[in-house]
């Protein structure tokens, strides 16, 4: 008495003799599918006509969006390129920056990888895979070097046709300090006429 599995509902028993209970549950528990999934059945007996069929409809999950690192991404103080993985089943997914210096890009049309293929912040994913499963997606994005002596932050959400949102910050490490000036000798005039030495620095500085 196999099972029967179809692309979303598993039947068991599949067979028996006399009154049987059949039991449906989801081929894959979890799936994540946003809109009900319908998988169809055939039950047949010997000399009996017609056939009995029925349906087993998997219910829809909840739209969601969110990044497998949680709350927070670290982001080396050099920059550089920074991915951020995450899960949906949305129809779409539109990227959005806060207050920070970490990514300038402007990410609200970024190009990025939904279910293994093209998409566009903002555009609906082609083929809609969230309509039957939830799937993986890569947004990369290119961190601007710390040139400060001070970790800072930038938050990226992403929100979802429905409104649902997920928000990571990014957390960069600070920069290292410097200290430059632009000349290291300059002639002073005798009239009381001052010359200038420029400083360029990331941090506070004495002169002695």
Do not use: H, W
């Not at 209970?21 to 946003?34: C, F, Q």
């Not at 932050?153 to 929100?159: E, F, G, L, S, Y």
């Amino acid at each position: 008495m196999a099972d029967v599995s179809k692309s979303y509902v598993i039947c068991t028993p599949g067979s028996g003799s006399g009154d049987t209970e059949l039991t449906l549950k989801a081929k894959v528990a979890n799936l994540g599918n946003r809109v009900n999934q319908t998988d169809n059945f055939t039950i047949t007996a010997p000399g009996v006509t017609p056939n009995k069929t029925f349906s087993a409809i998997l219910q829809a999950a909840a739209e969601f969006v969110s990044f497998d690192d949680g709350a927070e991404a670290s982001v080396p103080k050099e920059g550089g390129t920074v991915v951020l993985d995450g899960m949906s089943n949305a129809a779409a997914i539109t990227f959005a920056k806060g207050d920070g210096d970490i990514i300038a890009a402007d990410v609200s049309d970024i190009a990025y990888q939904a279910n293994g293929a093209a998409a566009t912040s903002g555009t609906d994913i082609e083929g809609d895979p969230g309509a039957t499963k939830k799937f993986a997606f890569i947004l990369t994005l290119d961190a601007a070097e710390n040139t400060t002596i001070s970790e800072r932050t930038q938050q990226i959400t992403a929100t979802t046709k429905g409104t649902k949102t997920a928000t990571i910050t990014l957390k960069q490490a600070a920069g290292d300090p410097y200290l430059e000036i632009d000349k290291t000798s300059v002639n002073v005039p005798q009239d009381g006429s001052g010359v200038t030495i420029n400083v360029t620095t990331n941090t506070t500085f004495t002169v002695s």
